[in-house]
């Protein structure tokens, strides 16, 4: 009887890695060493990916051959800091590609690229540089740099957006001393305005779909709405604890999603009086949720992820260096790292990072309802805790998600039951993104490689 399961089991095994194998329709490796991030064109017959060797490259889908490539690499790099191609975006009419890079940006950081980067410290300088191509041709438009000072930026978060008709582009290139977001129109690259009103960096920034408004993320916990046309602040959405990692509209304009975090800080006080501040390294975190607003009003309408954390009195230690304060939070150890609409607003996904944390369903990626924050589905699966990337398909009835594993995971969105694996990468996954018919999706990974697979539904 147990070898009979054995077999069955066995057999289960191979039948899905010869699908899974069927499934993987094209394999991109020119790059050399990590790829950040990837996305379809509009028409879905081109890929534009953003790798590790300071590369953007346009590939064909049919074919997989590489059309054309960006190389951005960074002007001056500095000894104590890496300096990267960071990010690379196509505009929604293909006609431009817009790429950073950074000079403090980690690539060891867990975090989705293009939301959240941190380093040790770097000056803000001529890395810090964005650069705007004709994607037909692939000769440089336009270029524009970060404001330089001749202080640390301690962390240098950045972003691209372009509008939906693809005439702007916004870019954040972050740190706690350049706060603006610079809009520049995509023809010849002139830079439009700037929206300035933020008290610490900007981490994310997003148009909404109608092409109306502009909302920025930033670390000082709130999230600005801006006037497109006028360049004007609109209103500012209070609420968060921590600062904001990232930002979506609904589909009609008319909703937004946050995620924040933070983590616990020590505090030391040594015999000689001097005092410093640092972060315990720990997954601890202080705002676990994500949160939807109302664009009109600026009111939040729910707050839905994990629970609330508890909050400890102050922890007074007597060590042999001195006396340790130590502030904590006794609250689940993970944040919410992403949430989206779905395509008809009806819905929304959370998905993030857990720590140590095990036992709770709260910590698998969720489908919620939008109208009235219910769970509708929770996602599980094996060694699936700590994701980096999920979307819905195009029509809102699966959920796909990847993370540190590797391994690509396809739901059902409404019953939470798994469909099947889509495939494997031999490290963590970046990017997951569906073509617009749904049938196809494309993965990145920390492997060097960007895959896309065959998605219909399973005989």
Sequence with gaps: MFRTLVATVLTLLAISDVRAAERELLVLKSHKGKVFSAEFSADGKRI???????????WDVDTG????????????????????LAIARLSPDAQRVLTIT???????????????????GADLHENDAARLWDANTGKVISEWTA?????????????????????????SFGSQIDTKVRIHETKLGKEVCRLEGHALAVVD???????????????DKTVCLWDTDTGKLIRTFNGHTCGITSLSFSPDSRKLLTTGAGSTHRFEATPNGVSGGSSSNTETMEDVFARMWDVTTGAQILARGWKEPEEKAPEIKIGPIGIRVEVKSTGPKGYVRLAKFSPDGKQFLTAGVVGNVVGDDDRHPTVWNALN???????????FRDVFAATFSPNGERVVAGGKAGVVRLWNATTGKELFVVGTHTKAVRTIVFNS????????????????????EEP
Excluded: Y
Aim: glycine share 8%; proline share 6%.
């Design 48 to 58: 534009l990916t953003c790798g590790a060797d300071d590369t953007a490259r346009l």
């Design 65 to 84: 051959k590489e059309l054309m490539a960006f190389h951005h690499p960074a002007k001056n790099p500095q000894p104590f800091a890496d300096a990267h």
């Design 102 to 120: 950074s000079n403090s940006f980690n690539q060891e950081a867990g975090a989705e690229v293009g939301s959240r980067s941190s380093s040790i």
């Design 147 to 171: 404001d330089k000072f001749p202080e640390m930026a301690i962390e240098s978060p950045f972003n691209v957006a372009f509008s939906p008709d693809g005439k702007f582009v916004a870019t």
């Design 205 to 219: 920034v997003a148009f909404s779909p109608d092409g109306k408004l502009v909302a920025t993320a930033s670390h």
């Design 373 to 383: 924050g219910k769970r509708i589905a929770t996602l599980k699966g094996d060694a």
């Design 437 to 456: 018919t749904g049938t196809r999706l494309l993965t990145t990974s920390d492997d060097g490689s960007a895959k896309v697979w065959d998605v219909r």
